[in-house]
């Protein structure tokens, strides 16, 4: 009986040429290991083409992946299989990928990269407010695509590391409080919610407060990668960011970038 949600391994012969740009393979065909190795990514989407394609490159860096591609079997894939990261449609039938990023954020955190066939912002900061870490506009590059996964990943990995070996103390800008420790925000006492790479962006921001940080400097240090394709994806977190902790406490520097403001001592 087939799984539900489970793609089987592609052959090479099918491959789209560009999801096959790094692939080593054995005797059988199959991709050898890369350092993704063991690391579980739950693609969820309907359209066959991009699944088969997604599915593919990311076997061929070594990871293991499913496939959903509707909102409640995600939701019973991402229950069952304990993904480390979701690739998300956010256009699925039975429910969008909206809501199936809330319920499955509700089940664990884990990180999501949300794909969107609009690029209209609007969907990526609800996409960004409901718990996705990145997105993407179709269409787009499987190459930047797995880069991006590699991306997340390393950025859990170091907020693991920073949880287990914390700084000391708690960094106030005024009424703004980043607790490094239990990776915790508040603002006026209250308790942010902030998702994992905001908190990131936040802290790179707060590393150097009042000093204007470029978008390609913001990539680099947040995001592992710098590509000017990618400001909008800066742009759109610091959105998400301004009105989690207050539009006036990131001031825009047009052209330029961004800094965290501070009161005057």
Known sequence: ?????????????????????????????????TPGAQRRVLVVEDDATIVDAIAARLRAEGFLVQTAGDGPAAVDTAEAWQPDLLILDIML????????????????????LMLTARD????????LGVGADDYMTKPFSMRELAARVHVLLRRVERAALAASTPRSGILRLGELEIDHAQ???????????????????????ANTPRAVLSREQLLAEVWDWADASGTRTVDSHIKALRRKIGAERIRTVHGVGYALETPTP
């Open 120 to 127: 209209d912002e609007t969907d990526m900061l609800v996409g």
């Open 183 to 205: 990776r915790r925000v508040r603002v006026k006492s209250e308790d942010v919610h902030l998702t994992p790479t905001e908190f990131d962006l936040l802290v790179c921001l």
């Open 1 to 33: 009986m087939r799984r539900h949600g489970i793609t089987p391994l592609i052959p090479e012969s099918t491959l789209l040429g560009r999801a096959m740009e790094q692939t080593h393979t054995s005797h059988n065909g199959t991709a050898t290991t």
């Open 93 to 112: 039938p039975g429910f969008d990928g909206l809501e199936v990023c809330r319920r499955v954020q509700a089940q664990r955190p884990v990180p999501v």
